[in-house]
């Protein structure tokens, strides 16, 4: 569903709008100034009339041309502040560990630092063209892969400047047995391998030296075929198994750490009867040995973002691809509306190995509360798991069926009811990445949970 299904084009003329913040108070990006920076007159309250306030908001849907992507059929808006080559004002430069996560972005999130909010969007917009450049129709040959070549996919997704290039394609391949009666349904029904997303390398000088390090994205879409929607349903935990690329394990080393069953099987299922099918474990490990040959001596960042269903892959591929290249510098998940994924030895070792988890959280959205059980899990002691007031046989039950999870990472939680601009949501509304989008462009701190001029994101 469409944030422009839910929002009017005009308003009543009893209707104020009244923002839940009077002030947008922020920090410079200097890291030794100390001063916070307050903007006044952004209430909306004070005005004279309910006119005033009706004509601000129908200023805020109706954006800007210059906002917009050349698709009518993209709901997403890219702000022209958060890509293109040079278009920030404060450069990362040498903090760029900072803002990838070395410090767990302490200082960073509350309130929301300027240039990582940037970072976030500019991620963000990523896996927006990893959904654009999905075929979604059911009844076109194309269905299921990637609508656009790799040397205009980011052009064609309304992303003309984004100093990146694509270099792989990647597909995700369900490993559900399928009964014999698929073979009378619509082929896209038994659809087992599609385009989920693609690897992109940073390679213009000048944005290469804004962001201090040759950068290396990938970017993952979410659910969108009938197998993903049953792999998703899949959620008891399961141990991770051996990579069958090269006889390593990708978590075992004894610390029998377990990932949810669905989303394992989207990450490393291949087609049998196929061979030249790589699975998206394959996929991903074989660009990456092919980026740290070419670009070999140089500051490199590795950063996996998603949304969904791709968020969970972007964990599962982080925590892979840290275990088989322990050298590789700094591995960083942005992730937005993400589900749990593993247990808690498998967070465990995310920790260990170093691997940052940035999870973007809607407290409205259901999916990241979904699946599984977090009992009391960050005082949860080695032994065992213990919840006041649960009885502790329920507790054994429901760790006997491996359906105890525990969250990974820091976590960025923002509410949709914060925003004075969404009205009332629904589950689906909750969930999308344009909200998701929305709610970053909009928090300010926990005291002023929302900045009176976050317009991006919402159009008519």
């Known amino acids: 569903m469409s944030l422009r299904n839910i929002i009017p084009t ?8 009244k923002p839940r913040c009077v002030n947008y108070i922020t920090t410079h990006n200097n890291p030794s100034s100390t001063k916070p920076t307050t903007y006044n007159n952004l209430s909306l309250s004070n005005q004279n009339t309910h006119q005033q306030a009706t004509l601000h908001l129908e200023k805020m849907i109706n ?92 052009e064609r997704c309304g992303l003309p400047n984004t100093g990146y290039k694509v270099t792989k394609y990647l597909r995700a391949t369900s490993g559900i047995q399928l009964p014999n009666w698929v073979d009378k349904a619509p082929s896209w029904v038994a ?33 969108t075929t009938c197998l993903e929607w049953l792999e998703n349903l899949r959620a008891t935990l399961t141990n991770l198994p051996c990579n ?52 070999a001596g140089e500051p490199l960042s590795l950063t996996i973002t998603g949304h969904s269903l791709g968020a969970a892959l972007a964990t599962l591929a982080a925590y892979d691809i840290n275990t088989s290249f322990p050298r590789l510098p700094m591995v960083t998940v942005i992730s937005f509306g993400g589900p749990r994924v593993g247990d808690r030895r498998f967070r465990r070792q995310l920790e260990k190995q170093g691997t940052k988890v940035l999870r973007i959280v809607n407290s409205e959205d259901v999916i990241t509360k979904v699946p599984g059980f977090v009992f009391d899990d960050d005082m ?81």
């Open 10 to 17: 005009t308003l009543p003329s009893s209707y104020t709008l």
């Open 63 to 154: 954006l800007e041309d210059h906002n917009s992507f050349s698709s009518s059929s993209f709901e997403s808006t890219p702000s022209t502040s958060s890509f293109g080559i040079g278009t920030y004002q404060n450069k990362l430069g040498k903090r760029w560990k900072e803002y990838q996560g070395m410090s767990n972005w302490e200082g960073l999130l509350d309130p929301l630092d300027d240039n990582l909010r940037a970072e976030i969007l500019r991620y963000g917009h990523f896996v927006e063209a990893a959904y654009k450049s999905f075929d979604f129709d059911p009844s076109s040959p194309n269905y299921a892969n990637c609508r656009f070549p790799k040397t205009t996919l980011f």
């Open 191 to 223: 659809t087992q391998s599609s385009y989920v997303g693609y690897v992109a390398v940073c390679d213009n000088k000048e944005e290469i030296k804004r962001l201090g390090r040759r950068d290396v994205v990938i970017a993952f879409r979410g659910t």
């Open 244 to 295: 069958p690329m090269d006889g390593k394990t990708m978590g075992c080393h004894g610390s029998g750490a377990m990932v949810e069953s669905g989303f394992l099987s989207l990450y490393s299922s291949s087609i049998p009867d196929n061979p030249s099918t790589l699975s998206l474990q394959q996929m991903v490990k074989q660009e990456i040995v092919r980026i740290l040959q070419a670009y």
């Open 380 to 460: 949860a002691k080695e032994g065992g798991i213990h919840v006041a007031g649960l009885p502790s046989w329920i507790q054994k039950r429901v760790e006997e069926a491996q359906w105890v999870y525990a969250e990974v990472g820091k976590e960025l939680r923002l509410c949709s009811k914060n925003s004075p601009y969404l009205g009332s949501t629904n589950v689906a509304t909750c969930h999308e990445l344009n909200t998701y989008l929305h709610l970053v462009d909009g928090f300010v701190s926990s005291t002023c949970p929302f900045r009176a001029t976050a317009k991006r994101f919402l159009q008519r």
